[in-house]
């Protein structure tokens, strides 16, 4: 089966340099496994708040009480970020 690139935003590392769970840290090493090979895995992001920060085409994950948020274009997978599930409206 053929992987997809997986790019990782700046904002993403910023936001898992602040992660002090060790659950949390595997959980996401899974999501970007998975992704590479199942992009379309996540939900279309539907909240005013994901595509008004990120923009149309963002999809979600959820890892513990954050939302892994990316995009899938092509052949990349792009993730753009780890946003707390409790700021979505």
Known sequence: M??????????????????NSF???QHVRKLL??????????R??????????FGEGVRTLVCGNYLFVYVYEGD???VLALYPARLVR
């Open 23 to 25: 659950a949390v840290v």
């Open 76 to 78: 990349v997978v792009k």
């Open 33 to 42: 496994d998975n992704l590479a090979s199942f992009p379309n895995m996540g």
């Open 44 to 53: 279309a992001a539907e909240s005013r708040t994901l595509v008004g920060r």
């Open 2 to 19: 053929r992987k997809n690139e997986i790019v990782l935003s700046e904002r993403f590392l910023g936001d898992m340099s602040n992660i």
